[in-house]
Every structure is written in C-alpha cells, then in structure tokens.
C-alpha cells in the first residue's frame, strides 16, 4: 500500500482505514466527507480560491500529503531494532583524546556521573545527534556497529532518544487516562484502550499514592507525574533509548522504575548522583573536562553496599512517612 | 553570504534560538548580519548588538508587518552583502497566522513553543507548513509524551520539514541546528526571487485610515460573514 493505490481509493474506505488522512485534510482547514469518490477526485476538485485562503497550494498539499502517508505508514512498521549502540570516543575541551569504545545493550543501565558543567549534557546530546565527529567533542556514534542512517537524526518517526527531564510540568488540561490516549493515537499504536490502561497500572505501582484515570494530569504530585511517564515512556515509546535526569527520590518507587525500562528492553542512561541509583546500574561514565575519564563497572563489593544503602533509605522514607502522618520524632 | 528567514509566534523564543545559533556560528570565527522585524518597539536589536553582530531594526508601525518585510528584505539582502556578512539572518513575527516570510530557494526557519498548545499547528498558515526547518522550543518544561504529541502535529502540517528541538536557555540543540544554517543557499541579492505564498490582501477604505463602522464606509476589497 503505496500513495498512489491511496490516491485511486474512494473517501468512504480511506476515511475508516487510514483515518489520520481525514486528521491532515481537517488540519489544514479543509471539509472532508465519506464518499464514492477517490482521493484523486477529491484533491483534483478542490478550489484553488479557497485553498489560497487556507493558506497552502494544490502542490504543496499533495507533496505534503505523500509525504504525510509514507511517514504513517513507516510508523505501522516496526522499527529496527537496536542491538547496540557504540560510543566512539573523542576529545575532551583541552583536546586530550578519549580512549574509549563503550558498548551499550538493551536492557543495560548506564549511569553518567560529573560536576555541572563537566559535559554530560554535551555527551547525550553527541548521542541524540548520533554524532559522526561533526559535534566539539569528535566523538561518533554507531547503531548495530554500522555508521548509522540519516533517519535517525531527523525524522520524528525513528527519534532514537525519548528523555526523561527533571523538571515536568503538564501543560495540557486532561485527565491522565486522556492524555495517555492522546499520545497513543499520536503514535498509531495497536489496541489503544489495552496499552493506555496497562500504562496507567504500571503508572500506580510505581506511584506511591496511588491515582484515578480520570484525575487531571495537572493534579498529579511529582512522584505520580514521574511515574505515569516512566511507564508511558517504557511502554508506549518507540525510541530504543532513554535519557533520564535524575529520579528524585520521593513518592515514586526507582528501582521498580528502572526494572520497568530494562523488562521493556530500552538502553537506559541517567545522568544521577544518588549513590542507590549509581549502584544500581551496570556501569559508570565519569565526565570530567568536556571527557569520559573513566568507565567503572559496578564491582561487587559495591553491589553488597546496596543493601546497606538500601536499608539507610528504607529508615528515611519511614521517618518521611511518620511526619506525614503528623507524628513527633522525638524518637527515630 | 548565506541567508535565512527565522519566523514564529510572538514569544515563541526565536530571538534566543537565533543567539544560540550566533554563538555556535561566531565560534567558527563568521561574521553575522541580523535584520529584525517588528512591529511598535523591540528591544531585542540590543540583545544582538551585545553578541557584537551587525543588527538592523525594521518596525513597521502602521503598515502590515510582512508587507512592510517584503517592501525591504531586498534592501536588507544588500545591505548584508555589503558589510561583508557571511551569514544573515531575518527575524520576524508572524502576526495573522496567514502570513509568511518564506522566500523560495531561501532556507526558512518557524520557531514554535511546545506551551503554544497541541491545536497551535494547525491554525498557523505557510509560515509554518512552507517552512524547511520548524524548530520546537521549551521543551524542558513540558513532559516526553506532550513534546511527542505536539512534534506529531507539526509533522501533520508539515510533513517534509526537518522538525528540531532546540533550548533557547541552556542551547540545547543549537549546534545541531546550526549545522543546517551551514547549509543554507549562498545568495547575492533577491532580485527576481518570489514568496513562497502570497500574503493576505487588504485594500479597503480602512486600510486608509478609515475609523467609522458601517456599510456606507467600506469601500474596496471588503469581505462578509455568513450570517444565515
């Protein structure tokens, strides 16, 4: 199925199998109803007059629309898998080579340790750009160990990288189970309803407090925010990697979180400096100077002081929970 | 000289993509031209002015903004030329949402904030679904899933753009965009080059100067509503 078969089918069966052609015609301002005629007809009749005050030409709607329907259809495809994604290292601000070939997996975590300043936004972002030595740090990127195609810069389709920021606000006024289903139609997913509602169950088992699909999204507390992206990001997003800046620690379970990227097979990396976080990763990138310094792999002496970590944290949330519910901690 | 056109809603951030892109530009030793358009006031000459690239402030007071653009973009082009830029940038608002700056063969930028809202795509005409490039801003204070959904509607209205996200605060994306400013066409003068779309027509009496409302004072290209 190709533009041009789309072009000699009737409205009525375009409109009930591809309905996103209906959501491009309507968003340029143009009426649309469900008829014998074919698509060809229907862009062959349209007035050049009413077109011109919509603002777009015969051509330029046309292109769009081929355009708009092979980015659909590549959508409906599924996506290449990523098997590995390969840094390549380059220099550091004074110019001091990296000496560097780091591997990452799906599944893996990798956590991205240094002071502010130090270059860790400038070595997600060589990744995001799946830099070929053209960023200021020469680094280059391969996916599946090959130099990596142009779609992955460029197009919204294959966006390689879904991001986690640390500040998250919603800004659209909808109950959370709406805005999952909005990003889900977005992303043409199959079975909405069952991917919006096992999002939203994920969602509540990494929240602390629990919540309703019909609460606003802009009533949610941070933990719960955090949580419902976590899971929309695990599950609905296409993109094979996940940048995350910091989970901060507070109404939402982390180590579920992380166990819920890594089941759903996404190449974590997250900038943090909490030490649970940092062990609970497969490895460590120190970022000194614009430079990875160091690579260090979780030893296991460190994984044994997770526990401990663990155990300290677990007294804190405790203590946390005492003054919520408006107890005195005279004793702790 | 390379030229660019840079549009976008008011407040959308284009001043400050435009900067971060001057800088990256700047670090590569080239020398800048910067023409902004506005309407009543703008301060935003000064903010260029302290980045040290050649700035010309265009308002156009009571004269349609982008018919006052295309009466001096030419002018503008020359002016560029001869100051030996390298690189100049035209910056201006799109204020109907029916107008548009674009130029054809000449690379043309809309800068859109994720704030404006998921429905914003769709109401703004050719300076956005004519534009090579749209770059979506602010995408630090909104979630993945809302910048996923507004980046899928832009795709909707324009879906042979290079659509980027770019920071105008901390410059996150801007060295990735300014290697498409690297790109754009090397030109001399606009002379004999057309818009991309044609830009909305008055000519009515109260684009002279007419105040009064009322059937017997509209005279020229006048338009009704459907009352029925």
Known sequence: MNYDDLLQTSMRELLAQHPYIEDFLTSFGLQVTPVERTLQ????????????????????????????????????????????????????????????????????VTCIVGPTGSGKSRLLADIEWVAQGDTPTGRRILINDEVPDGKWRFSTEYKLVAQLSQNMNFVMDLSAEEFVTMHAESRLVDEPEQKVALILERANQLAGETFLPDT??????????????????????????????????????????LELLVREEKIVLM?????????????????????????????????????????????????????????????? | MRFLTVSGPPSSGKTSVILRVIEALQARQKRIGVVKFDCLLTEDDQRYAKKGVLVKKGLSGALCPDHYFVSNIEACVTWGHENDCEYLISESAGLCNRCSPHIQEITAICVIDNLSGTNTPRKIGPMLKSADIVVITKGDIVSQAEREVFASRVKQVNPGAVIMHVNGITGQGAFELTSLFEKASDIETLKGRKLRFSMPAALCSYCLGETRIGEEYQTGNVRKMDME
């Open chain 1, 41 to 108: 007809a229907y862009l062959d009749d349209l007035d050049p007059d009413t077109l011109e005050d919509l603002g777009v030409d015969a051509e330029q709607l046309r292109d769009g629309l081929r355009e708009f329907i092979d980015g659909m259809l590549a959508l409906a495809d599924p996506m290449e898998r990523v098997q590995s994604l390969t840094i390549l290292g380059g220099r550091d601000k004074s110019g001091r080579g990296e000496d560097l070939e780091l591997t990452l997996r799906p599944g893996e």
């Open chain 1, 216 to 257: 606003p999204v802009t009533s949610l507390s941070g933990g719960q925010s955090r949580a419902l992206m976590i899971a929309d990001m695990a599950i609905l997003s296409k993109s094979p990697i996940v940048l995350i800046d910091e989970i901060e620690n507070a109404g939402i379970d982390r180590k579920k979180a």
């Open chain 1, 271 to 332: 900038a943090t400096h909490d030490p649970i976080l940092a062990l609970m990763g497969d490895r460590r990138l120190v970022v000194q100077n614009g430079g990875i310094a160091k690579v260090i792999v979780s030893s296991r002496a460190e994984r044994k002081n997770l526990a401990t970590l663990e155990a300290l944290d677990n007294r804190l949330l405790a203590l946390r929970n005492r003054i919520r519910l408006g107890e005195t901690l005279e004793e702790v």
